[in-house]
T-cell receptor, first 116, second 110 residues
């Protein structure tokens, strides 16, 4: 149980394009989903928290107009990196929790974004 | 002081040995504690939650010390496959968010 999928696993795009990443909870209803970014050899950095049907809460320093998050259903959240630039290249990972799980988060396999 | 701190390592340990590492946290009101394992270029995977009374899962034992505000992870009879980065996580007050340590890298040598 508690399986989270993420798509695509890898994406390479040109500077200025937008990239959409999907995060799905496959066997549970994710009341809360989290989006993280991780640079090489660094820890997870929380970007935003989203509750189904509500606007995402962004961490300080994360531009909400650049990283658009939609959590329209209990099993799907999307992150769109708009007008991507090389400095946005990173490993983006989503996680999800269900109401009964307490604080336990289950992670998707991550998306490796490379912006040329 | 960081909210959650870990020794980055690496810990180089011979196969079969016992290894332990700690994670300190600053918020005395924290209630939920976790150890995750992350392999290179992969996502974190839940290893175990940490309960007040301590808990054990096979070769892994987790302990919580509220007075000194740290959690620990003990790995017995270490295997080559235990090589990974071990992340600790502590809940933040709001919205079920977790605060993450930077991870401790463990290398098990044959």
């Amino acid at each position: 149980g508690a399986v989270v999928s993420q798509h695509p696993s890898r994406v390479i795009c040109k500077s200025g394009t937008s990239v959409k990443i999907e995060c799905r909870s496959l066997d549970f209803q994710a009341t809360t989903m989290f989006w993280y970014r991780q640079f090489p050899k660094q820890s997870l950095m929380l970007m935003a928290t989203s509750n189904e049907g509500s606007k995402a809460t962004y961490e300080q320093g994360v531009e909400k107009d650049k990283f658009l998050i939609n959590h329209a259903s209990l099993t799907l959240s999307t992150l769109t990196v708009t007008s991507a630039h090389p400095e946005d290249s990173s490993f983006y990972i989503c996680s999800a929790r269900e109401f009964l799980m307490g604080d336990t988060q289950y992670f998707g396999p991550g998306t490796r974004l490379t912006v040329l | 002081r960081k909210e959650v701190e870990q020794d980055p390592g690496p810990f180089n340990v011979p196969e079969g040995a016992t290894v332990a590492f700690n994670c300190t946290y600053s918020n005395s009101a924290s209630q939920s504690f976790f150890w995750y394992r992350q392999d290179c270029r992969k996502e974190p995977k839940l290893l175990m939650s940490v309960y007040s009374s301590g808990n054990e899962d096979g070769r892994f034992t987790a302990q919580l010390n509220r007075a000194s505000q740290y959690i620990s992870l003990l790995i017995r009879d270490s295997k080559l496959s235990d090589s990974a980065t071990y992340l600790c996580a502590v809940n933040r007050d709001s919205n079920y968010q977790l605060i993450w340590g930077a991870g401790t890298k463990l290398i098990i040598k044959p």
